[in-house]
């Protein structure tokens, strides 16, 4: 079975300052994705970024950005230029391809991240 | 809004009542899964159907059910409730059936219970 470990329970940063939220996962599967989503206080769960194991390069969405280690089997989150609206709870998540239809998420158990104007 | 339709957006019920959360999928998407949220806890898997069949299945107890209808709605039914039981509960759709690519689910807006 696959775990996703968040061992930052909470963090907070200043306004336009950088973050980094991280986050690591066991498995023995060598095809998975990884995903970060994002749950603000609206409780709406929002896919922030997500990456494939076989891609070496790292993904990228406008000021979100991660850092894959696959050897390390850590995917970390950073956040550039933070903003008021990035205030929400981060999960980090794990996907194995396993077999067609048969794919689910499973999640860590968040960090909550405070913009502080 | 995301496309993924859950109803209702919140219950207040008893213990040992029974409920029903309904979902429709985004438009085109075959699969949906069902995650429950406990206060300010991570999301645990419930269980997926893939086109009306089951295909997976997570630590969803005995007093619960759910299925998958032709028109691909889904319903997760909860019953002889207990306090425990009170929590967000999340249905997300996927397209799946794509030659590559990761398997994206998009999360409706979840139905929140409370069982007093």
């Known amino acids: 079975a696959q775990t996703v470990t968040q061992s930052q329970p909470e963090m907070s940063v200043q306004e336009a300052e950088t973050v980094t939220l991280s986050c690591t996962y066991d498995t023995s599967e060598n095809n998975y994705y990884l995903f970060w989503y994002k749950q603000p206080p609206s409780r709406q769960m929002i896919l922030v970024i997500r990456q494939e194991a076989y891609k070496q390069q790292n993904a990228t969405e406008n000021r979100f950005s991660v850092n894959f280690q696959k050897a390390a089997k850590s995917f970390s989150l950073k956040i550039s230029d933070s903003q008021l609206g990035d205030t929400a709870m981060y999960f980090c998540?794990?996907?194995?391809?396993?077999?067609?239809?048969?794919?689910?998420?499973?999640f860590g158990t968040g960090t909550r991240l405070t913009i502080i104007p | 809004d995301s496309g993924v339709t859950q109803t209702p957006k919140h219950l207040i019920t008893a213990t040992g009542q029974r409920v029903t959360l309904r979902c429709s999928p985004r438009?085109?998407?075959?699969?949906v899964y069902w995650y429950q949220q406990s206060l300010d806890q991570g999301l645990q898997f419930l269980i997926q159907y893939y086109n009306g069949e089951e295909r997976a299945k997570g630590n969803i107890l005995e007093r619960f059910s759910a299925q998958q209808f032709p028109d691909l709605h889904s319903e997760l039914n909860l019953s002889s409730l207990e306090l425990g039981d009170s929590a967000l509960y999340f249905c997300a759709s996927s397209v799946l059936g794509r030659a590559s690519g990761a398997n994206v689910l998009t999360f409706g807006a979840g139905s929140r219970l409370t069982v007093l």
């Open positions: 438009s085109g998407d075959l699969s």
């Open positions: 998540a794990f996907m194995a391809r396993i077999n067609f239809g048969n794919e689910k998420l499973t």
